[in-house]
């Protein structure tokens, strides 16, 4: 199975949103052969678009990872798809993918909280409030305000309060939807990685001496009407048992690949053994198709 080829950037993209600095934990969860791993990290920066981070581990620039972190204040983490844009010892940066808008709202709103001036109550008050119910509020104090000129007004301050708290549930419902949207961003992510468990990859000569049964394919008709030939190449994981447990096909015509696809299923193998035990690998099988 040939790798992907990576992504090539010819140039850095022009940065959108402005970093902030943050200092707290952070958890990067990368596959490697299909098989989760928790890197254990500490955030430096963020912005609605990514983080910069130090991670206790090696990652590698167009790779996608998860990545979990807390911000300042907020009662829920903030769990998102991410790609390294950049990476340098353990340094690297991560740029947010397929990030839910509920969840970049409540990275703005922590942003906006950290960087804004102490909020000034009555200027709150006079936004959320209809001039009605302030007149109601005005006729109501007048008398108070008379004998006690100088005494603050708890009313409003509990009528923002009550705004307050009612933002605060908007945004812990907003985050319970961006939770649901990362863990079926994530199982995307693992849907795509490579098949095998094991991580043992066996070259295709390997295994073609400890083949025990092999079926020919059936040349399809269509094909050999159209006058199709040529190579179909699969990516294969033998079970322990050397039956083929799954297939993958990597390239070659369409006409070909269902028909390889159908006889390499019943091939068996001699089972492949690691330290004297038989275990599950993964290998590449080619099947030819000529006409003559």
């Known amino acids: 199975m040939s790798a992907a080829p990576s992504m090539a950037f010819e140039r850095e993209p022009r940065r959108v949103f402005s970093r902030h600095p943050l200092n707290v ?4 969860i990368a596959l490697r052969s299909g098989v989760p791993e928790n890197l254990p990290g ?4 963020i912005s609605e678009a990514g983080v910069g981070a130090v991670v206790a581990g090696e990652v590698a620039k167009g790779q996608q990872v998860a990545v979990e ?4 204040n907020v009662g829920v983490p903030v769990r998102a798809r991410a ?3 950049y990476q340098s010892r353990l340094h690297c940066g991560l740029e947010f993918v397929g990030l839910s808008v509920e969840q970049r709202e409540m990275i703005g709103y922590w942003i906006y909280r950290s960087t804004a001036e102490p909020i000034d109550f009555d200027q709150l008050e006079k936004e959320i409030l ?6 109601k509020i005005a006729n109501a104090e007048a008398p108070a305000a008379l004998t006690e000129p100088a005494a603050k007004p708890r009313r409003r301050i509990r009528v923002v309060r009550r705004g307050l708290y009612m933002l605060i549930a908007s945004i812990l419902a907003l985050a319970a939807l961006g939770w649901w949207e990362w863990q079926r961003s994530w199982n995307e992510l693992e849907r795509r990685s490579p098949a095998v468990e094991s991580g043992l990859r066996v070259s295709p000569e390997t295994m073609e001496k400890r083949i025990l049964t092999k079926v020919d394919p059936v040349y399809p008709e269509a094909a050999r009407t159209a006058g199709t030939e040529g190579r179909v190449e699969l990516d294969a994981v033998i079970a322990p048992d050397g039956s083929v447990k799954r297939l993958r096909p990597v390239s070659g015509p369409d006409l070909l690949v269902r028909s390889a696809s159908q006889a390499v299923q019943s091939w068996k193998f001699e089972p492949y053994l690691s330290s004297g035990k038989p275990v599950e690998v993964e290998t590449a099988i080619v099947v030819e198709f000529r006409l003559n």
């Open 25 to 28: 934990p952070l958890d990067l």
């Open 42 to 45: 500490r955030c430096t920066d």
């Open 69 to 72: 972190l807390r911000l300042p």
């Open 83 to 85: 790609v390294v844009r």
């Open 130 to 135: 209809p001039k009605q119910e302030l007149l």
